[in-house]
């Protein structure tokens, strides 16, 4: 395959590339960094891609590495992440609120769950990958994979029900 | 009927499809034997549906040019940064003021002066929220002097913000040392007790930032730098308060030094 025809298929898997960032980030500026060095990374080591092996497969295995990295780095700044102020969104667009309210709470409700559920449960529920193919990605075996699937679903469901508690509570105060 | 027994743990093989097909029918069966797990299983497709639906927007949006010209090689231009990686309030504001974000660093990179700011005022505020007798040097009844003392000590017009909409009560204030200097610090009560301050320096940077949120555990601060003013709300208060609070206080301080 050429060069070409094999950065053709990488750009294709962006619009994917970055539904995966986002989610795993929130901060879209942020998620569309670490697509960046995905394909930078990608685009140096494109002869490292094996003929036949689904470009997918491949890109989403290096920026799950770069994620991983990340998330090293933060666990050695322990003075805290850097938010998004969600409010001052919300205050700026108040007609796009409503309709913004429920992918919002979504998002909010992934961040924390930990990273390696997050990442885990979004292979497989989000992007579509076979329990083989995500834990291949993820660079673990099957059965973790899966119990990764399982709980991060577990925390996201518990998540969702104290947004929505939350959401009733600031309703009735207003 | 295969006869092997189901668990939860089906329950997710189903949903993502790697389920034995030879054991679909037996798990239906078992489905609606046991209606909790019935329920459970729907609850899950329900929250996948939401959690796919939260994030196909991001499907459609337009490539941006950053990324493709990624792939072209060659001058790759530096990643951006995130910067706007806090989200800057200014649009909120009518008043103007707010103006430009501060570009990002890279996460490993030193703390800037803004985010040190921020690690100023929690660590003011850990220490004097705490204090039972000696919260405030300067306490609320005497206001005026207050003001004028921290005023001319930091070098900026000062005021203490009425924040009684956010339901806090000015108890007082005192001097800090900052990085080279001075800062003010006002203390806000709730009628339940919860404290949150206000942390005032003169900040001569060049540039003014919006609102930007800095997580601490437990404490975590509203900051921002504006006209000379580097300010920081800080409290164990939830965002969305710390923000209202910086809101009203940033709207005063705003007025009172123009006044």
Redesign the interface.
Known sequence: MSVDARKAAVLAEIPRLRRYARALLRDGDRADDLVQDCLERALRRLDNWMEGESPRRWLFTIMHNLFVDQMRRKGRRPEGAMLPLDHAEALAAPAEQAELMGAREVLNALQAISPERRAALLAVAVEGFSYAEAAAMLGVPAGTLMSRVARGRDDLRALLDDAGRRRMIRVIET | MSGRDFS??DI??A????LPEEDRTAYDAWLDANQDMKARAA??EA??Q??????E?????P??A???R??E?GA?EP???????????A??FSVGGLGGYAL?RR??GP?SRDERLA?NAIIAHRIYSAEKLHVVEVGADQKDHLVGWLSRRVGLTLMAPDLSAQGYELIGGRLLPADGGTAAQFMYQSADGQRVSLYITSDKGEQDTG???????PI?A?YWVDEGYGCAVAGAAP??KL??AANLAYRQLLAGAEA
């Open positions: 939860e743990r997710h093989m949903l993502d499809g790697e609850r899950y929250d996948r939401r959690l796919r639906a939260s994030l927007a991001v499907l459609a949006e490539v941006p950053r990324l493709s990624a792939l090689g790759a990643p951006r940064r995130a910067a706007l990686r806090w989200i800057a309030a649009a909120i990002g996460g490993d703390v690690q609102f930007r949120l800095y997580e601490g555990d975590r509203c965002a969305a923000l209202a």
